[in-house]
């Protein structure tokens, strides 16, 4: 999130879209309930289903799934054409004013430098124009023709009504009664707050239609202001926190990005990654890349770590794929090249897509071992359960380990949650039986690699020896000891700019101000830095004041970065300093520093005179309607249809078989035949989660059992009709891939949407269930899904794919 959950309460409309907030997150939901009953806020749902979220909305619409990005790119037509945008803060707060150089262009779907062969973009052409000194030319007037503002006009004015209606299947007169809704709030005194989570991520152009909402809350200004901002609504209660300390296989701690293998030595590693200022005078925060990484190799190889040998960059694996995510994991199983995994807190089979072949890549292993409190799915894929996972052990040649760990309340630890604060709970209870936590787990694994390597060499001893691990009890290091870590302290005495000692040689860092890039500092990640002071363990902190009334309680726990809990909060003061509005003040300028309810994203002395723009971390110190450099598809998102498609062409680039699809999609080879026709699978189906389960660990639980007892699926009653099912009878849900069986649910729900010339009816499909547990047994529903991921992250495409329903058998 760019805001926190209590701050919801602050918004004068909700979007709710790509996420079903009432259900998948009850708790955090109330913060939206707080906004409608405190100032009337209005709540909108747009969702392929009506959903628990849908039910209490003030307005609701119907979308096809995947249309997400035609639906927002209308928006953005919409409000240009109508003048309907927060002009000021265009202008000032984003990059609308800077200038593309000459050759970036856009046609029938592409962008300029696109490869078919590689299907890959060549992205010299996604410049900005720069001067004799480097930096960005502009045009605050925002007339020049290749100024990022007429580009994106431009860009978005394909986004027609008619093609709203025709691609996302929503009447005109609804689309346009929403955007009405939603551009009142580019007034100074109403902001806007999106709620996404996966029905906008887990498409193969996921990361665009969240890039979409982006620049539509910059166009309403709604950016680092109250009640703003583009809100991921975080799934697992700690998977913040799991992408925040580098668990991603192409990430280190904080964001910091794993070398890729183009980049053999540390000085081309730094050139890339060290950001300077795009626009003279701003901050650009990246520029001090090289502190955090330095910090970083020293908390983990310590004095072996020199300026010499490039702090050991050597050691650090390089990525000869853009991204070597699970797909890919997976896909090197079946391909029997990988030898033995392990799985932690990972129920991988039931949540990954297409079973049979994740399956397929299990059994190929030598070994697997799985960490986990309970018997799932996962660890039992050897295992025959009859119709619902129909296998033959004898044909199996995995070795399967059971390392039965705790559960999240059975150990101490902070949690990062959607806010980004990072909150320290204390054990609950021991876990039962043998049980261990996953830091003692791994703690001994270490220990164990570690003794091998000294005692039996092997290829590549040096990163694992040398690692630093002087934890009080080697084999379990407690939470304190790793939260400091994190938090980072000083090496040597270090002295400010007068030669003045700021920070004690050992002591823990006040917060990333104070990491260099010298060696003096050594910190796990940068962005936790200020968690664990010496003043003490910030996380812990329990004061709930909240002297401005905004939900913005900055005494209750820590949040990454500097405890600040709204991102780009700069931009919710004018460029001289003062409210864009009363009943939004936020952060000012008092004349000598910057004030009000949260820690600044701002140098805390440096008057708005100077003029530093307030998105610090970027290039130009501005909100990027131009994306040049993070995504693969291009600077501005563009519509492509799902990897199966109801349609049998991308309405917005009709003409073009290339752009039919994510043109830079990675499919591999295996799976080329592995997607359907709309011909043989008609059906558009999406796939949910139910307040009653959480995934499937929760079937494993009688209560939840009990009130969610079996699978289904909905679908909607023309449908159903047409295919002469009732509510009650058993269906088949077949894809390319395999098929499941489940009762079905008649809804008015889900209806049919009018697409391109032809009637495109949704299925909808539970995720939970499966053949373990207490619940009544049933196929995974990821047997159905298509094995391919976004552009950017390769989260797999989930929400969108096509099935076909018949019914089967008798009625329940
Ligand atoms: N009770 C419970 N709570 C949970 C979980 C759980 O299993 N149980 N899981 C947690 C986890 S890990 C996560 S990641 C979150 C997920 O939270 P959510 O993303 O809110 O959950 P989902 O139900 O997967 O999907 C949300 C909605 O996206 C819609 N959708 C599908 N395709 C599209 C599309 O193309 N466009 C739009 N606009 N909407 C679409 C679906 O119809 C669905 O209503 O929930 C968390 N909370
Ligand atoms: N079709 C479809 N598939 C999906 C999704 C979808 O929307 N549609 N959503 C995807 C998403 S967002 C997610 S997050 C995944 C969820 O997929 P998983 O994360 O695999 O699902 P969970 O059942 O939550 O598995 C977590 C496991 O962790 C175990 N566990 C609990 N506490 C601990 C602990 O302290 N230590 C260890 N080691 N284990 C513990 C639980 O028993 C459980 O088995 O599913 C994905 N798959
Ligand atoms: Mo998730």
């Not at 004799?132 to 986004?159: I, K």
């Not at 807190?345 to 949540?351: E, Q, S, T």
């Not at 296998?391 to 949690?415: H, K, M, N, W, Y």
């Not at 131009?626 to 109801?646: R, T």
Request: aromatic share 12%; hydrophobic share 35%.
């Amino acid at each position: 999130m760019t805001n926190h959950w209590a701050d919801i309460a602050n918004a004068d409309v909700i979007l709710s879209m790509g996420g079903n907030s009432a259900e998948a997150h009850p708790v955090g939901f109330r913060w939206v309930m707080r906004a409608k009953e405190r100032s009337n806020a209005i709540l909108i749902s747009i969702d392929p289903r009506f959903n628990r979220t849908t039910a209490v909305a003030d307005h609701h619409a119907w979308l096809r799934t995947g249309t997400d990005i035609v639906f927002l790119g209308g928006l953005i037509n919409y409000l240009i054409e109508n003048d309907r945008y927060a002009h000021d803060y265009v202008r000032e707060y984003t990059d609308a004013r800077l200038i593309v150089a000459e050759g970036f262009g856009f046609e029938e779907g592409l962008f300029t430098g696109y490869d078919p062969a590689s299907k890959t973009y060549d992205r010299q052409t996604w410049n900005f124009e720069l001067d004799e000194n480097g930096f960005a030319r502009s045009d605050p007037s925002l007339q020049h023709p290749r100024c990022v503002f007429q580009l994106m006009r431009q860009h978005y004015s394909r986004y027609t009504l008619e093609q709203v209606e025709n691609i996302c299947g929503m009447p005109r007169e609804k689309a346009v009664e929403l955007w009405e809704l939603i551009a009142q709030t580019a007034a100074p005194d109403k902001t806007m707050t999106i709620l996404y989570a996966l029905g906008w991520t887990q498409h193969s152009i996921g990361s665009q239609i969240i890039r979409c909402g982006a620049m539509v809350q910059l166009l309403l200004g709604n950016m680092g202001m109250p009640g703003g901002g583009v809100n991921a609504l975080r799934g697992h209660s700690n998977i913040q926190g799991l992408t925040d300390i580098g668990l991603l296989s192409n990430l280190l701690p904080g964001y910091l990005n794993l070398p890729s293998a183009n980049l053999q030595t540390y000085a081309d590693y730094m050139r890339t990654r060290i950001k300077q200022p795009l626009v003279e005078g701003e901050v650009s925060y990246w520029k001090f890349y090289e502190r955090f990484f330095v910090s970083l190799m020293k908390d983990w190889y310590g004095d072996v770590a020199t300026a010499e040998n490039d702090w050991c960059y050597d050691w650090l694996p390089k990525l000869s794929v853009p991204i070597y995510d699970i797909l890919y994991a997976i896909n090197d199983m079946t391909l029997g090249k990988m030898t033995g995994a392990f799985c932690q807190g990972f129920n991988i089979l039931a949540a990954f897509p297409n079973k049979a072949k994740v399956f397929d890549g299990l059994s190929k292993l030598k070994y697997f071992v799985i960490m986990d409190p309970l018997k799932v799915e996962t660890g039992e894929f050897w295992r025959n359960f009859g119709e619902y996972h129909d296998v033959d052990p004898s044909q199996i040649g995995t070795e399967v380990f059971r390392l039965p760990t705790t559960c999240f309340a059975e150990d101490d630890g902070s949690i990062t949650n959607s806010s980004r604060w990072l909150q320290w709970h204390d054990k609950s209870a021991p876990g039962p039986g043998e049980s261990m936590t996953d830091t003692e787990i791994l703690g001994e694994v270490m220990l164990r690699l570690k003794r091998m390597y000294q005692e039996e060499g092997g290829a590549f001893p040096d990163p694992i020896l040398n690692l630093t691990w002087n934890y009080k009890v080697p084999n379990y290091p407690t939470a304190e000891e790793l939260a400091k870590e994190y938090n980072g302290r000083a090496l040597t005495d270090l002295t400010d700019d007068t030669g003045q000692v700021v920070r004690r040689k050992g002591e823990l860092l006040k917060d990333f101000s104070e990491l260099r890039a010298d060696g003096s500092t050594a910190c796990g990640c940068w962005i936790y830095s200020g968690a664990w002071t010496e003043q003490g363990n910030m996380m812990a902190r329990r004061d709930n004041s909240d002297p401005y009334d905004t939900g913005n309680t900055i005494g209750w726990a820590w949040a990454w970065p500097m405890n600040r809990r709204v991102l780009y909060n700069r931009a919710s003061a004018r460029p001289d300093g003062t409210p864009w509005a009363p009943n939004k003040a936020f952060i000012w300028w008092d004349g000598e520093r910057w004030t009000g309810a949260d820690v600044p994203d701002f140098p805390l002395t440096s008057p708005p005179s100077e003029g530093v723009r307030p998105f610090i971390i970027t290039q130009s110190g501005g909100g990027h309607f131009f994306a040049a450099e993070w995504l693969n598809e291009g600077p501005f998102p563009e519509h492509y249809e799902p990897m199966e498609s109801p349609i049998d062409r991308n309405p917005m680039s009709p003409n073009n078989p290339q752009a039919f699809n994510n043109p830079i999609v990675r499919v591999f080879e295996q799976d080329r035949d592995s997607f359907g026709s709309n011909k043989d699978f008609p059906y558009a189906a999406t796939t949910y989660r139910l307040t009653e389960h959480f995934h499937y660990w929760t079937t494993h639980a009688r209560l939840n059992s009990i009130a969610q007892p079996e699978k289904f699926i909905e679908i909607g009653e023309l449908l159903a009709n047409e295919l002469g099912i009732s509510a009650g009878d058993r269906v088949k849900v077949t894809s390319k891939r395999g098929y499941i069986t489940a009762v079905a649910v008649v809804t008015k729900r889900l209806i049919p949407l009018e697409i391109d010339g032809r009637t495109v009816h949704q299925i909808g499909i539970p995720i939970h269930w499966g053949f373990k547990g207490v619940a009544r047994k049933a196929h995974l529903t990821n047997t159905l899904t298509p094995f391919v991921g976004d552009g950017n992250t390769q989260t797999p495409e989930f929400k969108s794919f096509l099935v076909n329903v018949e019914k089967f058998g008798g009625t329940v």
